[in-house]
Structures are given as structure tokens and as C-alpha cells.
């Protein structure tokens, strides 16, 4: 198996442009903005345990993967900025972990208050859960800070853990119902070299699926199927199933352990699983999950717009997993999928001015249907129209800060001999002694220049973008699985061209037939009311529109410009076809910032004519 390690967020600083700007506000907006919430809602004061009954909050059972998620997106923002109060502030939250956790090395802000006795029995109430986030913070702020503490308290933790479902295998179930302990437990392995968190980590993937303590029942199996993805032995498994984030976290374990292990089964099955989502089940914006009903993947093309689930922390899990690909695979399709879900799927899972948040992104929105029951029974699921600050169920916020803090970890991989580039990014990175320098304008233009000072690598393999269907290089290359690997050199610069492109849908996603989607680049674009006034789905374009782009510096790249058809409003619920059609302008905006400027239509999936 070729094997590649990623270069660290910490040796590489984005320095300016797009992404720059995204992580100044993730790191003086949104790190504040998360925390006042939190702390708000009585989410660090639970880490105190003295919850009595009769207070004005209850403990829930996965706040402390809130807090976890979002300590660990302010430790990569420390490490960056030395933010010295998102420190202090850290610094409270660990002192009241390490001063609550048990002799044995257990710690769980509900259950050490709310029911003692019930540790470790109920499969889904995320124990295993917010004890791998706990373990990934711990991982996050000793590598930002050097403080070891939170490090030392979460390797008992996961000691703990290894002796009650490892050891003495005294739990009442034997593998996580929301995964995300799998992989901390490497990255924990990774940071101090205790094979026996490695060891755990396979061990619970080993066990899914293939055990009799966890529920096998048929009824309890379906359920299983779409909560918990042991419907079968993971490396038995070849489509994406059930609930998104979890799934994700799965994979993202199983990409890991095959790396680990060497394990061509556990790659293999990556590999098939990956492929369903990426041809079968995924939107153009590389969101996944089309279902509210358990939060999950559902069938081969069934892909709804109004409804998408598409959860924030769901796009992020799948950006996770491929980056954990593109460290067993040279293949491009990997980062183009982390690009795809990048400028889309997951930033539009944040406001532009970083407060507030998504949890579902839909593809279309009709504000009209919010305001009346379509159904008699049930109401339908609607996702809601405007970010919020906070949700009841809150993980993406702190996901989104975490995500953003260590987006430098996506742009580059190597071995020995090669340099991978994955990610267009104003930026400066070190590896071994060489510095690699990126210097462009990407997304909104795809020329890229990047300079190496230093000869650790014989061959530079720079990703050529999975939309692009032009582009001119200063030296030559072989292109291979989607990279253009140079020999190297002290600079090499390419030119992505970037038209508008229409993209279509496969014939099987009905609800996108005779529709086509507007990108340039790796953005996706979106009609928005605001701009092109009601009833989106009467505007048609052409697919010979010729577009202008309009400078639209908050959203760092252009918006587009075209003419497009619209029919005429009419008396009257039906008439005979009438081909009465106006022209109209259209303002085609960026989806990722899409309600922004309040509650208005929206639309994807444009009506196209040849
Ligand atoms: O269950 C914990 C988190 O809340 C999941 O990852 C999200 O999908 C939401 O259900
Ligand atoms: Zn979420």
C-alpha cells in the first residue's frame, strides 16, 4: 500500500486571499461566538459537575463533545495566533475536566451527575462519543501549547476505556453507537506511541458488525443499519449507510487503520464505500445525507433538494475521510471532493460574518412552504432559512471553528519523493528543510505559482482540478490519476482555466431533470430572491448563456451575471401552454452565501434549454 503522511496545519500558515479571510473570522468571530453560546447555555459550567436536580439546566449527554470540538478548534487557532484569552479560556475548561475526573480515569459531565450507575450501558448515548472528542482536544491543545495536562488526563481516560471494553469487557455493549472514538484513539497512538490505543482503535471496528453483545435483533438490525453501520463487518461493507456524521467517522477510522495495519480489506472497503457516495449519493455541493430521518444517507440517486439533510458537521466528516484517502491514495478525486465540499456544502454551513450557523444546507428553498402544513398527517421536514447562533443540538458550530483552524492540514501530502499539492491557498509551509510557497488568487482566478526552496523531493504533483478542462503549465508533466507531477524545481507555475460551466445531474436524480447547476471553479452558484425576485423555478437559461462576472468582494469571488427566460405571470391556476416568455436579468450568487441578506427563495437546479 503507498503510504502518505499530510503536512501538519502547524507548518503551514495561509497567508492571505480567500481562505485568509475565512480564518480571521473563525478565529476572532466565530471562536467568541461559539464560546458566548456555549458558556450561555451552561455548557462549560456542566463541566463543573454540580448539577442538582431543580437547577435551570440539565447536563445533556454529548455537551461535552461541544465543548470538546470547540476546544480543540481554539487550540489550533492558539497555535496559529497565541491567542492568549482562547487559551485562559481553555485553561478553565481543562481544570474543571481534570478536577471532576474519576480515579479510574473517567470522565462524563451527565452521567457523572445526572446517573452514576448507568455508565457505559446505554450503547447510544455517546459516551465513546464525547470521550474521543476529549481525546482529540487533548491531542489539539498539548500539540498548540506544549501543556500536557489535558494530554496525560485523557490517556486515562482512554486507559479506562481500553480496560472496560478491551480487557475485561465489562460494558453492556461493544462497539460506539455514534462512532468517533475509533479515530481519536489513532490520532492519540499517533501524538504518544502507546500501541494499545491503535489496538483499541481496531479492535471496535473489528467487533461492529460481528458481535453478539451489540443489538442483532431484525427489527433492532435495520435500525442499527441506519443508525450505527453495523449491518455487516466493516470491511464486508461497500455502499455509505445510515447516519452521515457517524458513517463518516467510520470510514475516516477504517482509512486510518488500514494505513496503520497496512490493510488492503479495510482499504478496499473505503474505497467501494467512497466510490457509492461520490457517484450515487452525494450533491453537487458535497453535502451528504438526504434524509432527516435519522440524519442519513438513503438510497442511489434519491437526492431532494428542499429536504436535503446536508448537515454542516456531515460535509466536514466527509472532507475528513478523504483527507485521510489522499494519505493511501494518489489519486486526485480525494482532494477534489475535499474542494467540492470546501466552497460549498461546508461554508455555507456559516454566515459570512462567522456568528452564525447551518445545520441542514439545502439545495432550494420556498419560504412560501414554511408558512403552510403540506401535509395532513405529518408536517414535511424543512431545513430552516436562516443561520442561527445555536441549536438545541449544537455540534456543528464548534465543528465548523475546528474545521477552519486546521484547513491547512488539507493542502499538502508527500512520501519520500514526491510533494503532493492538493489545495489552491495563499500560503507558506515547511517540511523536512524545504518551504514550499503558494502564491494565487483561487478561487476567484486559477493561476497558482508555487515556489520550493530545498530538494527533499524529486517530483512536485500538483493536482489538476477535477472541473477543469484547460489549464497551461511553465514546465512539462505527466499527468497521472489526476496529478501533474514535475520534476522538480524551484518554481512552477499553472493556469487553471475557469469558465462558467453548467453541470448536469444524472437521468436516475428526476427531481434535476432538465435543470442545470452554475459553476466556475469549484464554486457552486445559486439564484436567490433578493436578486431575481419570486418563483425561481419559472426562470430558464440557456445552455449557450454567456455569463459576466460582477465583482462581489464579500464574497471573494465574482458574482455571475446572465439573461435568462422567464414565463409570465398569469390569472388563474392553469391555462392553456402559452411560449410567453420574458427576458430577464439574473444575478447568480455564490451558494455558500446564500441567506445572508434574509429569509428569500433560492434555487440550485436551474431550468435549462439548448
Ligand atoms: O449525535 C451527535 C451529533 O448530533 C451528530 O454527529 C449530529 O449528526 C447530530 O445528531
Ligand atoms: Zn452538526
Not at 306 to 329: D, G, H, N, P, S
Request: proline share 3%; glycine share 6%; charged share 20%.
Amino acid at each position: 500500500m503507498k503510504k502518505y503522511d499530510s503536512i501538519s496545519y502547524k507548518a503551514v500558515r495561509i497567508t492571505d486571499g480567500f481562505w485568509k479571510h475565512r480564518q480571521d473570522i473563525n478565529a476572532e468571530v466565530t471562536s467568541r461566538a461559539v464560546y458566548n453560546q456555549f458558556s450561555n447555555s451552561h455548557r462549560f459550567e456542566a463541566l463543573d459537575c454540580n448539577w442538582k436536580e431543580g437547577m435551570n439546566y440539565r447536563p445533556h449527554i454529548f455537551w461535552d463533545s461541544d465543548v470538546a470540538k470547540w476546544i480543540e478548534g481554539a487550540a489550533y487557532i492558539i497555535a496559529q495566533t497565541g491567542d492568549t484569552y482562547l487559551e485562559q479560556l481553555c485553561e478553565n475548561a481543562i481544570d474543571m475536566i481534570i478536577k471532576n475526573q474519576t480515579e479510574e480515569g473517567y470522565f462524563n459531565s451527565h452521567y457523572l451527575v445526572m446517573d452514576q450507575t448507568e455508565r457505559f450501558k446505554i450503547r447510544d448515548n455517546h459516551e465513546l462519543y464525547c470521550a474521543g472528542h476529549l481525546i482529540e482536544a487533548a491531542c489539539a491543545y498539548y500539540e498548540a501549547t506544549g501543556k500536557d495536562r489535558f494530554l496525560k488526563a485523557m490517556c486515562r481516560f482512554a486507559d479506562y476505556i481500553y480496560n472496560v471494553f478491551y480487557i475485561y469487557q465489562t460494558a453492556s455493549f461493544a462497539t460506539s453507537g455514534h462512532q468517533e472514538i475509533e479515530l481519536a484513539l489513532v490520532r492519540l497512538y499517533d501524538l504518544v506511541g502507546d500501541e494499545k490505543y491503535l489496538t483499541l482503535s481496531r479492535y471496535f471496528l473489528d467487533r461492529r458488525g460481528n458481535n453478539t453483545k451489540d443489538p442483532v435483533s431484525k427489527d433492532a438490525k435495520d435500525a442499527s443499519r441506519y443508525l450505527r453501520q453495523d449491518h455487516l463487518p466493516v470491511t464486508m461493507q461497500r455502499t455509505a449507510e445510515g447516519h452521515c456524521v457517524r458513517a463518516m467517522y467510520l470510514y475516516s477510522a477504517m482509512a486510518d487503520i488500514a494505513k496503520r495495519y497496512d490493510d488492503e480489506a479495510y482499504l478496499e472497503a473505503c474505497q467501494a464505500i467512497y466510490q457509492n457516495v461520490v457517484t450515487k449519493r452525494m450533491y453537487i455541493t458535497g453535502g451528504i445525507g438526504s434524509s432527516n430521518l435519522g440524519e442519513a444517507f438513503t438510497t442511489d440517486y434519491f437526492l431532494p433538494n428542499e429536504t436535503a439533510y446536508t448537515e454542516t458537521c456531515a460535509a466536514i466528516a466527509l472532507a475528513l475521510f478523504c483527507k485521510r484517502m489522499q494519505q493511501v491514495c494518489a489519486d486526485s478525486e480525494f482532494a477534489d471532493t475535499i474542494e467540492r465540499v470546501l466552497y460549498n456544502g461546508f461554508l455555507s454551513g456559516v454566515s459570512l460574518d462567522g456568528k452564525s450557523f447551518f445545520y441542514s444546507n439545502p439545495l432550494e428553498i420556498d419560504p412560501y412552504f414554511y408558512s403552510v402544513n403540506t401535509s395532513s398527517t405529518t408536517k414535511r421536514y424543512l431545513p430552516i432559512m436562516q443561520r442561527v447562533e445555536l441549536f438545541g443540538c449544537s455540534c456543528c458550530p464548534p465543528n465548523v471553528l475546528r474545521f477552519l483552524g486546521s484547513l491547512g492540514e488539507l493542502l499538502y501530502t508527500h512520501d519520500e519523493h514526491t510533494l503532493f499539492v492538493h489545495q489552491f491557498m495563499n500560503s507558506e509551509a515547511s517540511v523536512r528543510d524545504t518551504s514550499i510557497t503558494q502564491t494565487t488568487a483561487y478561487p476567484a482566478d486559477g493561476a497558482v505559482t508555487i515556489r520550493i526552496a530545498g530538494d527533499d523531493f524529486k517530483q512536485i504533483a500538483v493536482r489538476i482540478p477535477g472541473w477543469c478542462t484547460g489549464f497551461t503549465t511553465s514546465q512539462p508533466y505527466q499527468l497521472e490519476r489526476g496529478y501533474a507531477y514535475f520534476d522538480a524545481a524551484a518554481e512552477i507555475r499553472l493556469v487553471f482555466d475557469m469558465p462558467v460551466q453548467l453541470y448536469e445531474a444524472n437521468n436516475a436524480v428526476q427531481n434535476n431533470a432538465g435543470c442545470a447547476a452554475v459553476t466556475r471553479g469549484p464554486i457552486v452558484y445559486c439564484l436567490e430572491g433578493v436578486d431575481n425576485g419570486a418563483h425561481l423555478r419559472s426562470i430558464r437559461i440557456s445552455s449557450q448563456a454567456s455569463f459576466t462576472p460582477e465583482d462581489a468582494p464579500e464574497y471573494g469571488v465574482p458574482a455571475l451575471l446572465c439573461e435568462g427566460l422567464r414565463k409570465k405571470e398569469h390569472d388563474g391556476l392553469y391555462r392553456p401552454y402559452s411560449a410567453d416568455r420574458e427576458k430577464v436579468p439574473l444575478r447568480f450568487i455564490p451558494y455558500f452565501a446564500f441567506a445572508n441578506r434574509g429569509a428569500t427563495e433560492m434555487l440550485v437546479w436551474v431550468s435549462v434549454s439548448e
